[in-house]
């Protein structure tokens, strides 16, 4: 390893859950223009996530009690992120620790670039109702009563509402009419025999050290699950998709020798608004990778 690493402190579950907490929204409010936290009143427990047995198949997430597919939103893998797991993931296994066996967090020094954490990924429990397979979108948009978003001129609009008016884009121009909704939202179909509410454990975060796992090192994960207490977590910002198949390139840069690479997350809001419910980690106090730089919203 050229690079040494140095290991700074090991954050209990307990401390790291409180932290979880605070994670804000980057652009969803109360009425009063406060961020809202997604994980405010969420309860969080060890999970283990297993590889697939079958080519197509998903990885299966298994608590004490239950066994169910993992869904991503992420169906493009990089190279690079992969490299920097091994890096960190050979460092840690000098220390008696490994990715895939983590039940904490902990945070390193990689010198030259800063600090960081790495902790479990983290695996969200959402339950949507489904017609004839699709997401039932009028019965998906009152899990945001309440909840409001910001446009160009810091006008709040209630998303309950689903279609805004007069929706600045930027200090001139605004749309008088705007769904909320991506427009292939209607389009998404789970099978037309699935007419309830149905489950589903999204990764929020770590898809690389779950493919690092699965692919590389061939072994189980160990997850964070995040489930509701009393009211539904709120919608996760992209539809759950099969884990696999999935596309494999060297680093997000390399997405522009690609053209036709027509495969990505599907965001459940329109492009105006796609961001909001992106998280923030800055209030947690916690440095995790990021595959994205991030852009301004509203």
């Not at 994960?221 to 060297?250: D, G, H, N, W």
Request: with cysteine; charged share 25%; aromatic share 12%.
């Amino acid at each position: 390893m050229k690079e040494m690493l140095i290991l700074k402190n090991t954050l209990p579950f307990k401390e790291l859950e409180e932290q979880l907490r605070t994670i804000e929204f980057r652009g969803l409010y109360n009425a009063k223009g406060e961020k809202i936290k997604p994980y405010k009143k969420a309860i969080f427990s060890l999970a283990t996530v297993y590889p697939p047995t079958s080519i197509g198949a998903s990885p299966v997430i298994k608590t004490k009690t239950t066994k169910d597919i993992l869904f991503s939103p992420q169906p493009t893998i990089y190279s690079n992120q992969i490299e920097i797991i091994k890096t960190v993931d050979k460092f840690l296994s000098k220390n008696g620790l490994r990715v895939n066996k983590l039940k904490s967090a902990i945070e390193y020094e990689w010198p030259g670039r800063g600090l960081f954490h790495m902790l479990p990924p983290i695996i969200e429990k959402h339950s949507y109702n489904l017609s004839d397979g699709f997401i039932n979108l009028d019965k998906l948009i009152k899990l945001f009563e309440n909840f409001y978003v910001k446009d160009a001129q810091n006008n709040l609009h209630h998303i309950f509402d689903r279609y805004l008016r007069n929706y600045f884009i930027d200090e001139v121009s605004s749309i008088r009419h705007l769904d909320i909704f991506h427009s292939n939202a209607p389009l998404i179909n789970y099978g037309l025999q699935y007419n309830h509410k149905q489950d589903f454990h999204i990764i929020c975060d770590g898809s690389h050290r779950i493919d690092y796992s699965i692919e590389h090192l061939h072994e189980p994960i160990t997850v964070i699950l995040v489930e509701p207490e009393k009211r539904p977590l709120i919608p996760y910002y992209a539809f759950p998709m099969p884990f696999r198949p999935t596309i494999r390139l060297s680093s997000k840069q390399s997405e522009k020798m690609y053209p036709r690479l027509e495969r990505d997350k599907i965001h459940l809001f329109n492009d105006f608004l796609k961001k909001v419910l992106h998280y923030d980690w800055t209030p947690a106090g916690l440095s995790v990778s990021k595959l994205r730089t991030n852009t301004d919203i509203n």
